[in-house]
T-cell receptor
């Protein structure tokens, strides 16, 4: 079974540009999460989808970040316009259910560098 | 909010045993996960504890004490491939389904 995949693996853009990250969850997983790790910090939650609906977006830093999951399959995270502090590794995870203890399976991340 | 602490780095010798500690403060504990992450790769699930005690899974074991807000990951018969970061993450019952992570412990296994 394929795991969580993310594209691209790396992205280097200039401040003010737009970048779109993509995540394909494990097939059949209704729950999809975005996290990010900025340099020297811990991994932090951004938001949680259940199918196509945003269940929790309390971690989204500001309105420059837009996440979508049309059709309830893959998800995109767009940063527009990108700022220097947006640099970091963006992880996607998925889980079968949203119950306590349900394991979240992570993708390898997209390393975003904003110059 | 939560405060999750784990050592930044540890070094151990191949074949030895190492214990990686994690302490947490939370208002509504609902489980603790350990993940392993090799550089540039996805964090991979190792263990889940929600009740007090020890969960053993091959060379890896994880322990939880809810009253002390404490967990550890025990790695036995260390192998070079165990060199990685180990992430402690807590699920809080009034915080949706998000995981709150510690900073990770980078383990270096030496010959």
């Amino acid at each position: 079974e394929a795991g969580v995949t993310q594209f691209p693996s790396h992205s280097v853009i200039e401040k003010g540009q737009t970048v779109t990250l993509r995540c394909d969850p494990i097939s059949g997983h209704d729950n999809l999460y975005w996290y990010r790790r900025v340099m020297g910090k811990e991994i932090k939650f951004l938001l949680h989808f259940v199918k196509e609906s945003k269940q929790d977006e309390s971690g989204m830093p500001n309105n420059r970040f837009l996440a979508e999951r049309t059709g309830g399959t893959y998800s995109t995270l767009k940063v527009q316009p990108a700022e220097l502090e947006d640099s970091g590794v963006y992880f996607c995870a998925s889980s079968l259910t949203k119950g306590a203890g349900d394991t979240q399976y992570f993708g390898p991340g997209t390393r975003l560098t904003v110059l | 909010g939560q405060n999750i602490d784990q050592p930044t780095e540890m070094t151990a010798t191949e074949g030895a045993i190492v214990q990686i500690n994690c302490t947490y403060q939370t208002s509504g504990f609902n489980g603790l996960f350990w993940y392993q992450q090799h550089a540039g790769e996805a964090p991979t699930f190792l263990s889940y504890n929600v009740l007090d005690g020890l969960e053993e899974k091959g060379r890896f074991s994880s322990f939880l004490s809810r009253s002390k807000g404490y967990s550890y990951l025990l790695l036995k018969e260390l192998q070079m491939k165990d060199s990685a970061s180990y992430l402690c993450a807590v699920h809080e019952n009034n915080a949706g389904n998000m995981l709150t992570f510690g900073g990770g412990t980078r383990l270096m296994v030496k010959p």
